[in-house]
């Protein structure tokens, strides 16, 4: 591994600058009289008792999550409002707008992206190979000529559906020294183990969960991030102080008591899954389909409009990547109900008989 320096890359004034100190961060022991933080102490409109500020630092959250992902420490969990919100912040905490620069792999995730503009951030782009795979020579090469402060790897990678090449990555974590982002928004249906477990090996690994996906919980908005503690305490230090309401944590909490369901679930959607792309592949307007590791998978037609139009008017919405890098034709499609998946289905073959 190349020589890693964690407040290298850290922007000088984040390193220097002071914790927002909130009530809760001051006191946090046992009282019976809270009269310290501008509450409504008399009750809430809520039906709930939601009148008190959130935990800022969602202690009993993160060791329940420590314990679902085998994490030692909790202290190497961060919480955010959806992981939009941990990537966000990692532009921010290493990132001089105009100065520094990220390393993106296209087509991938259109957030990182985002979250480096809106910080006028430069972004250095690697584009995966013609099989959507890592290209690691190009990737170190890059990375040692434009010095990107982190490099972001999705796996599964979405648009395009795969897990990435774990020896590229790891190549990628040794040959580098930035910090290296492995998003895993979708790696509870690929059957692949997480990065997490190799926390301890690479002090430049970051890696992103979300119950947005496999749990099914997009409505709660809670996204993880885990790395070293110092990595994660540089987090803290700039998020807002409150940002996963109680609502949001007592929902999780609830669901983690429930992982088996879960686990059905995520079966279930990729039974679905493989018997769609069957079904599919077997129409004469198909021209591809991409194999995948999560809940969506891409397929590539000769008039990707048309078939989107179509499908429009049948009442299915699917999403047009056609415009992305090396995604010519294709439509990505995420896995529904075996209901919708047979609307989808039948709106396709209509068309495909239309053709003929
Ligand atoms: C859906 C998705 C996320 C999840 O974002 P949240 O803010 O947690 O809902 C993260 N990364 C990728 C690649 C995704 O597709």
Known sequence: MIHFELNALV???????????????????KATVFLDANENSIGSMSSRNLNRYPDPLQKQLRSAIAEEKNIRNAGQIFLGNGSDEAIDLFVRVFCEPRIDRIMLLPPTYGMYRVCAAINDVAVTEVPLKEDFMPDTEKILKAAEKTKPKIIFFCSPNNPSANLMDPAAVEAVLHGSNAIVIVDEAYVDFSGAPSWTRRLDEFPNLVVLQTFSKAWGMAGVRLGMAFASAEIISLLNKIKYPYNISDVTAEAVL????RREEKEIMVRRIV??????????????????????????????????????????DNGVIVRNRSGLLNC????????????????LYKALEAYAKEQS
Do not use: C, H, W
């Open 11 to 29: 922007r000088s004034n984040i390193l220097k600058m002071e914790k927002y100190a909130s009530a809760r961060d001051e006191f946090s022991g």
């Open 328 to 343: 010519r034709g294709y439509l990505r499609i995420t896995v529904g109900t075996p209901e919708e998946n047979d609307i």
């Open 254 to 257: 609830k669901s983690l008591k």
């Open 271 to 312: 039974e679905e899954r493989n018997q769609l792309m069957k079904k599919i592949s077997g129409l004469s307007i198909v021209e591809k389909l991409l194999p995948s590791d999560a809940n969506f998978f891409m397929v590539r037609f000769a008039n990707p409009e048309a078939v989107y139009a179509r499908l429009r």
